[in-house]
């Protein structure tokens, strides 16, 4: 699918337009951008919701075509024009140590399995790893992250380098829970594009939802990872469907 | 391998299917021996319990031969004969570590569907809709277990399958159900559901030192079951349950009451109807809890209402006046089946606890269909039906394509 420039249109509403000119990512252009990641992100979702056969399956899809239809059925200059950032922030516990957990985070090469259900990541160093999101019509948005901060035990922060369509950036951080609970990881992501706008438009369409799957099962498959050795699977699982056959 | 699928409301039947497969290092595939229909499948053959898939294989009960492992399986041998409890542990988690299996944090591949119901997920459970896992059941020839050195029970030799097939689930569950009345010697306990998991219950309780058990049904022949393991039955269609357990308490009431119903009970009048036709909506309330109001309102001041009856959703005008105002407890859960194996195991060789007496129907898995319905309408003093995956199946039940359940 060709998300570029046949969305792009007159604006017909004098109003609008004057509002959005007031604020920044109301321009023509950023509008053209806020569209092109929610169609992005609608088509990610769609994506992700149909590989699945199952509830959440079904309302994910329906989100992501949700959000392909209001974006394709509308005219580009109604694009919203608010500019906050796209920050999902979740926390789960972990039954190891904050320096175990810590040492698997950075040293365990366990990132491209964590993050194997939203993206392709490739650890070229320690520091530096290349992510492929895959999006419907054969496209697919990548970018380079290096790891800013690392402080052993504690947190590891990381950010996209330059030149991607969808800048971000992550951080985990390590926290003893109480007893002998474990410790508390809480993962944090930013999507925040070029000009504010971006991310603006990706966090409204989405409306938090999104992000906030990939956050919380990237979390869950880290624990599982570490707890177990494992991420639970229902790949092949036998059934009557043809699909799964 | 044959497989008994959900084909929609209220349709099962018997269809080929893929193999199951290793999928993990500590996985192990057991060819099945013996399997049973749970009373809770009658929740998924309903459409209570959402989230059910058109060829989703059921079951949870199961028990078998090992003829695969995985990698890293250590314990478990391929020969070995195994039985399975039904929720999934993976044996690492908090959860696991202390004994209360059946919220292990780690086995439910859907979590996140499950937190969106329940806030946070419970564990997966085999062949129990996608809200605990997805996972394909065990009403089949052949099922991928997980975790299996944490999961798969070695049986000692000289036990048949009837002895033991029911430690996956009913049993420990009747027991658990039992064990949150925190039963002092000489307690009354009144039970509701003369099902497997009731009778199982009536059991524990008189093995955990209760005077005196009342058994509430509405089948003569379920309460003949009761009253042959010690019960006193109570037909809550012929009497008025509260002032039938004043009477046979000196006005005190039960010290404990178990639902050992769940989300389907039956209620009379007004109150009863209204819950049946909100149901059937499967929107305006998932759940009949006529039995849990009861005993509520039945059980003694300060007293106990233990619930292992499965509930999935909402449930509405639970007396909440009564439950506080009378300083009860509720203890509930799905089973912790792993905490209670060996104990069970134990009274199972001493001859404490006879399992097989609740046996009422021997089907082959081609006949699953047929047992489903005549567990479902209570023909044919239908208690409990144990299905072979592979035997022939006889003439006259054999139903191997979808059949139609009808509803209640």
């Not at chain 1, 926290?175 to 993962?187: H, I, K, Q, S």
């Not at chain 2, 492992?69 to 570590?97: L, N, S, T």
């Amino acid at each position: 699918m060709d998300v570029g420039s046949p969305l792009g249109g007159p604006a017909t509403s004098g109003i609008a337009d004057a509002l959005k000119g007031a604020l920044p990512g109301g321009t023509g252009k950023a509008s053209q951008e806020q569209r092109r990641v929610t169609l992005i992100l609608g088509g990610v979702l769609l994506t992700l919701g149909l590989r699945r056969v199952s509830f959440g399956g079904a309302a994910l899809a329906l989100a992501g075509g949700a959000l392909l239809y209001r974006e394709l059925s509308r005219q580009s200059g109604q694009a919203g024009a608010e500019t906050h950032m796209a920050e999902v922030t979740r926390s789960i516990t972990i039954g190891k140590s904050a320096a175990e957990l810590y040492r698997f985070w950075r040293e365990g090469g366990h990132l491209p399995r964590v993050m194997g259900h939203f993206a392709e990541i490739t650890e070229t160093d320690m520091d530096q790893a290349h992510w492929t999101v895959r999006v419907p019509g054969g496209r697919s948005l990548s970018w380079d992250t290096r790891v800013v901060e690392s402080r052993p035990g504690e947190l590891v922060s990381w950010q996209s380098l330059p030149g991607t369509e969808l800048p971000n950036r992550g951080e985990v951080h390590f926290r003893p829970a109480p007893g002998d609970r474990g410790t508390e990881v809480t993962l944090r992501l930013h999507f925040q594009p070029p000009g504010g706008t971006l991310g603006a438009a990706a966090a409204r369409a989405l409306n938090g939802l999104v992000p906030s799957l990939l956050v919380g099962d990237a979390l869950r498959r880290f624990k599982s990872l570490v707890e177990t050795g494992e991420i639970p699977t229902l790949d092949r699982n036998p059934s009557a469907r043809a699909s799964t056959a | 391998m044959k497989a008994l699928v959900w084909q929609g409301v209220n349709r099962v039947g018997v269809e080929t299917v893929p193999d199951p497969t290793i999928l993990q290092p500590t996985d192990a595939i057991v060819r099945i021996t013996s399997t049973a229909i749970c009373g809770s499948d009658l929740h998924l053959l309903d459409g209570y319990i959402p989230t059910m898939v058109h060829g989703d294989i059921l079951g949870h009960e199961f028990m078998g031969e090992v003829v695969e492992v995985g990698r890293e399986v250590r314990k478990v041998k391929v020969g070995d004969r195994v039985i399975v409890p039904f929720p999934i542990a993976c044996g690492h988690c908090w959860f696991c570590q202390h004994d209360l299996t059946s919220l292990c944090d780690n086995s439910n591949a859907n979590a996140k569907l499950a937190e969106k119901m329940f806030g946070y997920a419970p564990s997966g459970i085999y062949g129990y809709s996608h809200l605990t896992g997805g996972y394909a059941g065990g009403q089949a020839q052949f099922a991928r277990t997980l975790y299996a050195d944490d999961n798969l029970f070695k049986i000692p030799g000289g036990l048949t399958d009837d002895q033991v097939l029911f430690l996956t689930d009913i049993l420990p569950t009747g027991y658990m159900g039992a064990l949150n009345c925190d039963i002092q010697a000489g307690d009354t306990v009144a039970v509701y559901g003369c099902g497997p998991v009731g009778l199982f219950t009536i059991m524990s309780a008189f093995l955990l030192g209760a005077g005196r058990v009342i058994a509430i049904d509405r089948f003569p022949y379920r309460l003949a079951k009761a009253a042959a393991l010690g019960a006193d039955p109570l037909n809550y269609e012929q009497e008025e349950v509260l002032e039938a357990l004043k009477l046979r308490t000196g006005g005190r009431g039960p010290d404990s009451v178990v639902d050992a119903v769940g989300m389907e009970s039956h209620g009379l009048g007004l109150g009863g109807l209204a819950d049946a036709v909100k149901q059937t909506t499967r929107v305006l309330e998932s759940d009949r809890p006529h039995a849990l109001r009861s005993a509520i309102i039945s059980v003694r001041k300060g007293g106990t209402v233990s619930v292992p009856g499965v509930f999935g959703g909402f449930g509405d005008k639970i007396p909440l006046g009564a439950f506080m105002n009378k300083a009860l407890t509720m203890r509930t859960g799905q089973t912790h089946v792993h905490r209670f194996v060996p104990r069970l195991l134990e009274h199972i060789v001493k001859g404490e606890i006879d399992p097989t007496v609740i046996i009422s129907h021997r089907l082959s898995l081609d006949e699953a269909p047929h047992g489903y319905h005549i567990f479902k309408h209570k023909e044919d003093h239908c208690v409990k039906c144990v299905l072979d995956p592979w035997a022939a199946p006889r003439q006259g039940n054999a139903s191997g394509t979808s059949k139609a359940m009808g509803a209640d």
